[in-house]
């Protein structure tokens, strides 16, 4: 009887023993940051394996096959629709250091900007910065942004090349991912779009035939997600020019240059890149200036274009209480923040289990220990 007793404890405590180390190897894994990039991993690979079929990837589309069919394309802007008009739009941030520096800046100039965001840029991976997964400032200047009455648009979650995403449905997940993502933090849904790289923002149809499905597909898809394309009419090309600010101006003299274009009869969306601080200090006050003594207004997108809402459906971005920084939040490099709950579920196991299950896990730790000394005592 009693070796029956101890050969099931041992047996227990063996098999408390071996859920206890795979809980620790999982645990190892399951800080916020690196959870969230395994999730998008695994999608990653389970669209690459199921390439053919956007039905079977893991990834559900928020616009079918059938709505795509029929949907329109979304319209494409890189001009206003009045004479006379320049609007400012800043891609790839938020950066917190350097977007605060443009905002003053329009604040002190009574400007309306529009910022295309990105979640998580793949290329600035390893940045604190532009990231909109987990650091609460990026969040913070996403939300001053928009109480300073500026713009935010969508310029996809992760800044991939969507025409590499169209056969394994990378597409369709970096628009409806960062729909959400800026739903969760400013409670609408953008109108304006921004394309990485501006591919799927073209019009290639007649000398381009190779691309032209390619951009009609992404259009249609963004047409039926409510967004407009937002492209440029000239561009600064600042992340290149860096302090070179004159070759900023030479880039926009290339199509506004008085023997070009007019204020009488011209306008333009104007590209400018919001996260060096080259942009922020020298290149944007030159090209306000540049841009002013050529005779053009500064004007909101919103205004450029026509329109009386920069949000889908009319909602105007919440600023709401609950979007303050979290008195709560101690540790800076590994935040569970309220804003932080991604609604897709390819997210839905990263942040909120990681302290539960270390709980969990010690609660185990001290369960197996007793098991031990239990089985020590019944054995010897
Ligand atoms: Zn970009």
Not at 229 to 250: L, P, Q, S, Y
Not at 307 to 316: G, H, R
Not at 329 to 351: A, H, P, V
Request: aromatic share 10%; glycine share 4%; net charge negative.
């Amino acid at each position: 009887m009693l070796k029956r007793i101890n050969f099931i404890l041992l047996a227990s405590a063996l098999v408390y023993g071996a859920t206890f180390n795979n809980n620790i190897n999982s645990n190892v894994n399951s800080d916020v940051y690196s959870n969230v990039n395994n999730n998008y991993n695994n999608v990653n690979d389970n669209l690459n394996t199921n390439a053919d079929s956007n039905i079977s990837t893991g990834y559900t589309p928020r616009i079918s096959e059938e709505q795509l069919a029929t949907a329109q394309r979304a319209p494409v802007y890189t001009s206003c629709i009045n004479p006379g008009q320049v609007a400012f739009t800043f891609d790839d941030g938020p950066n917190p250091a350097t977007t605060s520096k443009v905002l003053d800046f329009l604040k002190a100039n009574n400007i309306i900007g529009t910022f295309f965001i990105t979640a998580q840029n793949k290329e600035r991976i390893d940045s604190d910065q532009i990231n909109l997964v987990n650091h609460q400032p990026s969040f913070d200047i996403v939300k001053r942004i928009v109480q300073e009455g500026h713009y935010i648009g969508s310029h996809t979650f992760y800044h991939e090349d969507l025409f590499l995403g169209l056969e394994n449905g990378r597409m369709e997940m970096n628009i409806d991912t960062m729909t959400d993502k800026i739903y969760d933090i400013i409670g609408t849904k953008p109108i304006f779009f921004r394309p990485p790289l501006g591919n799927g923002g073209y019009y290639f149809d007649d000398e381009d035939p190779i691309n032209a499905p390619k951009n009609e597909r992404v259009q249609k898809y963004l047409g039926a997600s409510g967004f407009k394309i937002i492209m440029w009419g000239a561009d600064t090309r600042d992340w290149e020019n860096k302090e070179n600010v004159e070759a900023d101006v030479m880039e926009l003299s290339k199509h506004m240059d008085p023997t070009k274009a007019s204020p009488t009869k011209d306008s333009f969306i104007i590209l400018m890149h919001d996260i060096y601080d080259t942009t922020a200090d020298l290149a944007l006050p030159r090209v306000y200036e540049y841009v002013t003594e050529l005779g053009y207004k500064v004007v909101s997108l919103t205004e450029c274009l026509g329109l009386t809402s920069a949000y889908q459906d009319n909602i105007e971005p919440e600023i709401i209480n609950s979007m303050e920084p979290d008195d709560t939040i101690t540790n800076t490099t590994i935040i569970k923040s309220d804003n932080d709950t991604l609604q897709n579920d390819i997210y839905s196991s990263s942040s909120s289990a990681t302290s539960t299950k270390t709980f969990y896990i010690e609660v185990k730790l001290i369960y197996s220990i007793i098991s031990l000394i239990l089985i020590s005592f019944l054995l010897f």
